[in-house]
T-cell receptor, first 114, second 116 residues
Framework: DGGITQSPKYLFRKEGQNVTLSCEQN?????MYWYRQDPGQGLRLIYY???????QKGDIAEGYSVSREKKESFPLTVTSAQKNPTAFYLC?????????????FGSGTRLTVV | AQKITQTQPGMFVQEKEAVTLDCTYD???????LFWYKQPSSGEMIFLIY??????QNATEGRYSLNFQKARKSANLVISASQLGDSAMYFC?????????????FGQGTRLTINP
């Protein structure tokens, strides 16, 4: 079955460490996105990528980095520069130009700083 | 500024009643898309309904309908005959195209609780 796989489901990070969240899709979608969600809040866009080897900053990119070396994969690194990384992270993908059913979401990674 | 606003942080409704969740948006782009998603406590995002900016008729999907008022820039979600399983967070989102790149912008969400 096609879909988006995010791993791990839960992640614990010590202060000062970098961690990488995985996002893989087998939907042949061109575009991929990373969102951050804080408790009781909406989703905020961190980074997005329309094609391989190209990506753009979203609204809250500081302290995060991404790469898009393969169409299927869009890993997110939470660096030590991100001062408050505890949150729920969602990855999504879409075909460019798609209409109603264009966005597919992963099941999320819950990151906690310990 | 391109923005989505949901003004109801929480809603409480009796089972079997209809409920309307409010969403207003702001964009100068003539071409945009509006989505509603449901997020249960598990965290997954479930697509409910979509309305394109050029669609003449309001979208409907089963018990969900979208009350699209373009001049007022509102896209309210109506759930008819609410069920206990409808209890969740609901998000309105707008797809924008900026310099050839598409992105989806979300509102703050409304937490809907259905009481038996």
């Amino acid at each position: 079955d096609g879909g988006i796989t995010q791993s791990p489901k839960y992640l614990f990070r010590k202060e000062g460490q970098n961690v990488t969240l995985s996002c893989e899709q087998n939907l042949n979608h061109d575009a991929m996105y990373w969102y951050r969600q804080d408790p009781g809040q909406g989703l905020r866009l961190i980074y997005y990528s329309q094609i391989v080897n190209d990506f753009q900053k979203g609204d809250i990119a500081e302290g995060y980095s991404v790469s898009r070396e393969k169409k299927e994969s869009f890993p997110l690194t939470v660096t030590s520069a991100q001062k408050n990384p505890t949150a729920f992270y969602l990855c999504a993908s879409s075909m460019s130009g798609q209409g109603a059913y264009g966005y597919t979401f992963g099941s999320g990674t819950r990151l906690t700083v310990v | 500024a391109q923005k989505i606003t949901q003004t109801q942080p929480g809603m409480f409704v009796q089972e079997k009643e209809a409920v309307t969740l409010d969403c207003t948006y702001d964009t100068s782009d003539p071409s945009y898309g509006l989505f509603w998603y449901k997020q249960p406590s598990s965290g997954e995002m479930i697509f409910l309904i979509y309305q394109g900016s050029y669609d003449q008729q309001n979208a409907t999907e089963g018990r969900y309908s979208l009350n699209f008022q373009k001049a007022r820039k509102s896209a309210n979600l109506v759930i008819s005959a609410s069920q206990l399983g409808d209890s969740a967070m609901y998000f309105c989102a707008m797809r924008l195209t900026i310099q050839g790149a598409q992105k989806l912008v979300f509102g703050q969400g409304t937490r809907l609780t259905i009481n038996p």
